[in-house]
């Protein structure tokens, strides 16, 4: 058959094939139309030795810092195998159960891949005779351990293995925290023994719900068991509090992806030297939360127990896979550790002028805490928790930890644009084809909640730390209308108002009732404290004192009138009593008292209305004012009574000063 192509031709039909048909022959041809573009054949003689050339070794993921001048680590000189070797010693020791011998054998990597070093680890301690306890199942497998994984890494694993995650249009996962979706504090519970017997709170008010050494141990077996029993565990190695003298080193080993992310992002993140030499842990959280606790253990009231033994350094999570409690479980840790060394735990937020001056935020749910340390003008050095030692004050997390509920980005920008990649999305609804969130719909929850990296936060200050603060405000939703919007505080009141922690919420209005109703959480955080709120309270005036702080009682509330009646203060105005507070400008302004609460209250202020500075000049009803007046005195007389009888100090001339700071009749 003729050539089909020419001189330039690469084929040609020359013989027949079967039923009759031409044979295509090619041949190459010495001058080329048509380069070869084929590459230079890849390194790998298997598929998986070529996805093994995707990945390269890199360090773990850290928070950033601008410190320089790390120090050596004395893990430099051991080899990286060994290195290895002793985190996962340190890993099997706190995974050990206390009644065999020897912790689980652990391996790094995820058992559906390639583990990374096959030689199984265990450590052997000698608590118990072993020849009582037959050797379980668990003791004869590989428990892998996920550790410190990357948020790219943990977002495939949650993907791959966890129903209920997804990834957002905005790039954030979204996931679900079970039944539980939000704290229990009713199953929340502390071991009382010699020590914590005489220095925690105990008793009517107190948030500490005591269990026995026994207990605990019955509890943290069962959820070392579980974790044991998985193929693979998360465990992450990161610290507390961005001072570096006082910071506290945190174990978290946990079964989902999902609080492996969450606890990446609310921790401060070690830089690859802090994680070698990491060591050993200063305290270890187990959270086994898809396993419930055994009923039938003594003190267990329901499926659910958080557990904290202060002695041993350690928290166990029972039945609720809410990853809340780690974080507020940590807290309270700090709230004990840190007052021991001197140091004052705080729940607030904390920001910083660009002339350095510190502004410490206190307020409960609803007062404006977080949209008021929010300014774009100024650092942000934490939106929740913080310390304050002699070196000045620090942020204790190195994330935020935001509520997503009609979550809008004109009002919340940072927020809004925070939620991306590597943020935690917890029960939040979605487009089930665009992935977008719609943040109004409260399906699973009102409680949908954001948890991201403090840097993803525009004017974040890195490292989160500052100077000693220089005002103190104290924020209260007064929906009764006759606190003023701006209050200078003395020394006492201050200590007063701050163990009191007021706001007001409103009632619901399905049967027509729109009263206001008090509420008091102590030190503006009761639900995490440890120690009696007047410690608290001492230490704050103390420092205040020392460095010459002012504090501030600031109503976000209501103005002419009670809830329905008045009017909410208007944030533009709140915004101008915090730019005073700021300035320095209000310690210069003419003061006047008021009657019951003993308020000094500034005759003018720039930018804000003469005439709501005194509340009794907006309400039209002269007697309606002080009725409600004196129904909120009399709601904080009643309030303060449990603390009525406890003595600060070697005398009980502090307890006097702070009781006659309060209203008076």
Same mark, same amino acid.
């Given at each position: 058959?003729?050539?089909?192509?020419? =001189?330039?031709?690469?084929?040609?039909?020359?013989?027949?094939?079967?039923?009759?048909?031409?044979?295509?022959?090619?041949?190459?041809?010495?001058?080329?139309? #048509?380069?070869?573009?084929?590459?230079?054949?890849?390194?790998?003689?298997?598929?998986?030795?070529?996805?093994?050339?995707?990945?390269?070794?890199?360090?773990?993921?850290?928070?950033?810092?601008?410190?320089?001048?790390?120090?050596?680590?004395?893990?430099?000189?051991?080899? =990286?195998?060994?290195?290895?070797?002793?985190?996962?010693?340190?890993?099997?020791?706190?995974?050990?159960?206390?009644?065999?011998?020897?912790?689980?054998?652990?391996?790094?990597?995820?058992?559906?891949?390639?583990?990374?070093?096959?030689?199984?680890?265990?450590?052997?301690?000698?608590?118990?005779? &072993?020849?009582?306890?037959?050797?379980?199942?668990?003791?004869?497998?590989?428990?892998?351990?996920?550790?410190?994984?990357?948020?790219?890494?943990?977002?495939?694993?949650?993907?791959?293995?966890?129903?209920?995650?997804?990834?957002?249009?905005?790039?954030?996962?979204?996931?679900?925290?079970?039944?539980?979706?939000?704290?229990?504090? $009713?199953?929340?519970?502390?071991?009382?023994?010699?020590?914590?017997?005489?220095?925690?709170?105990?008793?009517?008010?107190?948030?500490?719900?005591?269990?026995?050494?026994?207990?605990?141990?019955?509890?943290?077996?069962?959820?070392?068991?579980?974790?044991?029993?998985?193929?693979?565990?998360?465990?992450?190695?990161?610290?507390?509090?961005?001072?570096?003298?006082?910071?506290?080193?945190? $174990?978290?080993?946990?079964?989902?992806?999902?609080?492996?992310? +969450?606890?990446?992002?609310? #921790?401060?993140?070690?830089?690859?030297?802090?994680?070698?030499?990491?060591?050993?842990?200063?305290?270890?959280?187990?959270?086994?939360?898809?396993?419930?606790?055994?009923?039938?253990?003594?003190?267990?009231?329901?499926?659910?127990?958080?557990?904290?033994?202060?002695?041993?350094?350690?928290?166990?999570?029972?039945?609720?896979?809410?990853?809340?409690?780690?974080?507020?479980?940590?807290?309270?840790?700090?709230?004990?550790?840190?007052?021991?060394?001197?140091?004052?735990?705080?729940?607030?937020? #904390?920001?910083?002028?660009?002339?350095?001056?510190?502004?410490? +935020?206190?307020?409960?749910?609803?007062?404006?805490?977080?949209?008021?340390?929010?300014?774009?003008?100024?650092?942000?050095?934490?939106?929740?928790?913080?310390?304050?030692?002699?070196?000045?004050? &620090?942020?204790?997390?190195?994330?935020?930890?935001?509520?997503?509920?009609?979550?809008?980005?004109?009002?919340?920008?940072?927020?809004?644009?925070?939620?991306?990649?590597?943020?935690?999305?917890?029960?939040?609804?979605?487009?089930?084809?665009?992935?977008?969130?719609?943040?109004?719909?409260?399906?699973?929850?009102?409680?949908?909640?954001?948890?991201?990296?403090?840097?993803?936060?525009?004017?974040?200050?890195?490292?989160?730390?500052?100077?000693?603060?220089?005002?103190?405000?104290?924020?209260?939703?007064?929906?009764?209308?006759?606190?003023?919007?701006?209050?200078?505080?003395?020394?006492?009141?201050?200590?007063?108002?701050?163990?009191?922690?007021?706001?007001?919420?409103?009632?619901?209005?399905?049967?027509?009732?729109?009263?206001?109703?008090?509420?008091?959480?102590?030190?503006?955080?009761?639900?995490?404290?440890?120690?009696?709120?007047? $410690?608290?309270?001492?230490?704050?005036?103390?420092?205040?004192?020392?460095?010459?702080?002012?504090?501030? !009682?600031?109503?976000?509330?209501?103005?002419?009138?009670?809830?329905?009646?008045?009017?909410?203060?208007?944030?533009?105005?709140?915004?101008?009593?915090?730019?005073?507070?700021?300035?320095?400008?209000?310690?210069?302004?003419?003061?006047?008292?008021?009657?019951? +609460?003993?308020?000094?209250?500034?005759?003018?202020?720039?930018?804000?209305?003469?005439?709501?500075?005194?509340?009794?000049?907006?309400?039209?009803?002269?007697?309606?004012?002080?009725?409600?007046?004196?129904? !909120?005195?009399?709601?904080?007389?009643?309030? +303060?009574?449990?603390?009525?009888?406890?003595?600060?100090?070697?005398?009980?001339?502090?307890?006097?000063?702070?009781?006659?700071?309060?209203?008076?009749?």
């Amino acid at each position: 058959m003729a050539n089909n192509g020419g =001189e330039k031709g690469n084929f040609s039909f020359a013989q027949t094939g079967r039923q009759g048909l031409p044979k295509i022959q090619t041949r190459k041809e010495t001058t080329e139309v #048509c380069h070869d573009d084929t590459a230079t054949p890849v390194k790998a003689k298997t598929m998986d030795e070529l996805h093994s050339l995707q990945k390269k070794r890199s360090s773990q993921p850290s928070t950033p810092h601008t410190a320089t001048g790390q120090q050596v680590s004395a893990f430099n000189a051991i080899s =990286e195998e060994d290195r290895q070797k002793q985190q996962l010693q340190s890993i099997s020791a706190s995974l050990a159960s206390l009644t065999r011998e020897t912790g689980p054998k652990v391996v790094r990597g995820d058992p559906a891949g390639k583990a990374d070093g096959r030689k199984a680890v265990h450590v052997e301690h000698h608590l118990y005779d &072993s020849s009582l306890f037959g050797l379980s199942d668990s003791a004869l497998k590989f428990t892998h351990i996920l550790y410190n994984l990357s948020p790219a890494e943990l977002y495939e694993q949650a993907i791959k293995y966890e129903k209920g995650s997804f990834i957002t249009e905005s790039g954030a996962l979204a996931t679900l925290s079970g039944a539980k979706t939000g704290r229990s504090p $009713r199953d929340k519970r502390v071991v009382k023994d010699e020590e914590t017997e005489n220095e925690l709170w105990w008793g009517k008010g107190s948030p500490n719900i005591e269990m026995d050494e026994h207990t605990f141990l019955v509890n943290r077996e069962r959820a070392v068991d579980y974790l044991n029993s998985l193929d693979k565990v998360f465990v992450n190695d990161q610290f507390l509090n961005w001072d570096p003298e006082h910071r506290i080193k945190v $174990r978290i080993v946990s079964a989902r992806a999902y609080h492996s992310l +969450f606890m990446h992002n609310m #921790c401060i993140r070690p830089t690859p030297e802090e994680l070698e030499d990491f060591g050993t842990p200063d305290f270890t959280i187990y959270n086994a939360g898809q396993f419930p606790c055994n009923r039938y253990t003594h003190y267990m009231t329901s499926s659910t127990s958080i557990d904290l033994n202060l002695a041993r350094r350690e928290m166990v999570i029972l039945g609720t896979q809410y990853a809340g409690e780690m974080k507020k479980g940590l807290f309270s840790v700090m709230h004990y550790f840190m007052p021991k060394r001197g140091i004052l735990s705080l729940h607030s937020g #904390c920001n910083m002028g660009k002339d350095g001056d510190v502004a410490l +935020f206190f307020g409960l749910s609803g007062t404006g805490k977080t949209t008021l340390s929010t300014d774009h003008n100024r650092y942000l050095i934490g939106d929740d928790e913080h310390c304050w030692s002699n070196n000045g004050v &620090s942020n204790i997390e190195g994330g935020c930890y935001a509520k997503c509920i009609d979550l809008s980005k004109d009002e919340e920008p940072d927020i809004w644009n925070a939620i991306k990649f590597g943020t935690v999305l917890e029960n939040v609804v979605f487009d089930e084809h665009t992935r977008e969130v719609d943040y109004s719909e409260k399906s699973v929850t009102e409680n949908t909640r954001a948890a991201y990296p403090i840097e993803y936060i525009p004017n974040a200050k890195i490292p989160c730390v500052g100077p000693h603060p220089k005002n103190v405000i104290l924020l209260a939703c007064d929906a009764f209308g006759v606190l003023p919007p701006v209050s200078k505080l003395s020394l006492a009141q201050t200590m007063y108002h701050f163990i009191s922690g007021y706001t007001a919420l409103v009632a619901g209005t399905e049967d027509g009732i729109k009263e206001p109703q008090a509420t008091f959480s102590a030190c503006f955080g009761a639900a995490f404290i440890m120690m009696h709120p007047t $410690r608290y309270a001492a230490m704050l005036a103390e420092k205040m004192q020392k460095h010459g702080a002012t504090g501030w !009682l600031v109503n976000t509330g209501w103005s002419a009138g009670r809830y329905g009646t008045g009017n909410r203060i208007k944030l533009t105005h709140t915004r101008k009593i915090i730019d005073a507070i700021h300035s320095g400008t209000l310690l210069n302004a003419n003061y006047t008292k008021t009657e019951v +609460f003993g308020l000094e209250i500034p005759s003018k202020i720039e930018g804000v209305p003469a005439e709501i500075l005194d509340p009794i000049n907006t309400w039209s009803d002269k007697k309606s004012y002080k009725d409600s007046l004196l129904k !909120l005195g009399g709601l904080f007389k009643k309030n +303060f009574e449990v603390f009525v009888n406890h003595k600060i100090g070697k005398d009980n001339k502090l307890t006097e000063e702070i009781l006659a700071a309060g209203p008076n009749f």
